[in-house]
């Protein structure tokens, strides 16, 4: 089957309103498709997932003194780190990684400084729908208009090749389609609205 855009369009528009109606403290910021879900970020939660990047980019580059400070993951990263670096040199293969060798990584890491206070990174999580508050808030059915197979074949393809794609004309469609859509003009919150697909690159 064909997607249908008028369809495709009565449903997010319905979808967006019914989230409005459920969660009327939000103020929302961004609606996204990524592949046949919808994605819904808010000022609220876009906030709290800044604090949350923030603080545990805090946590990873924290000083430590032995290595009994680290988590069993913290130090499964840092060996994975420190052999990859060291795989063509003699020292490759010490277990386990030596705490100078983190504590120095670390101290770099933070003299760069938090990248989630900078402009330019808080920008690109805005504008991610993977990174956004309520993700996977309804799915498309083929009932919807969406056509699962167009999407498979999106899939498969290269890189280079996947803009042509029926998939994708479709995807650029709806989202002109919603652009102009009269409920998406009333219910969106904010001026920097964000309105998005995403498929996946293989």
């Known amino acids: 089957m064909a997607f249908d855009i008028d369809k495709l369009t009565f449903f997010c528009e319905n979808t967006l309103e019914g989230f409005t109606k459920e969660h009327p403290e939000e103020k929302i910021c961004g609606f996204g498709i990524d592949e046949s879900y919808i994605y819904i970020n808010s000022l609220s939660t876009f906030a709290a997932t800044i ?7 805090a946590h990873s580059t924290r000083a430590v003194t032995s290595l009994t400070d680290l988590s069993d993951s913290e130090l499964s990263d840092a060996q994975f780190a420190y052999d990859l670096i060291n795989r063509n040199l003699k020292n490759q293969g010490k277990y386990p990684v030596p705490l100078d060798w983190i504590s120095k990584a670390r101290t770099i890491e933070r003299e760069k400084g938090n990248p989630y206070k900078k402009p330019d990174k808080i920008d690109e999580i805005y ?8 993700p996977e808030v309804a799915c498309f059915r083929e009932e919807d208009g969406f056509d699962y197979d167009a999407l498979e074949t999106y899939d498969m393809l290269d890189v280079d090749d996947q803009p042509a ?15 102009h859509s009269p409920i998406f003009n009333q219910l969106k919150g904010t001026d920097n ?9 293989h």
């Open 127 to 134: 504008r991610e729908s993977a990174s956004w508050g309520y």
């Open 193 to 201: 609205f964000v309105l998005c697909w995403a498929g996946h690159n």
């Open 51 to 57: 604090q949350k990047y923030s603080d545990d980019w």
């Open 165 to 179: 794609s029926e998939f994708a004309q479709a995807m650029n469609q709806l989202m002109i389609r919603l652009k």
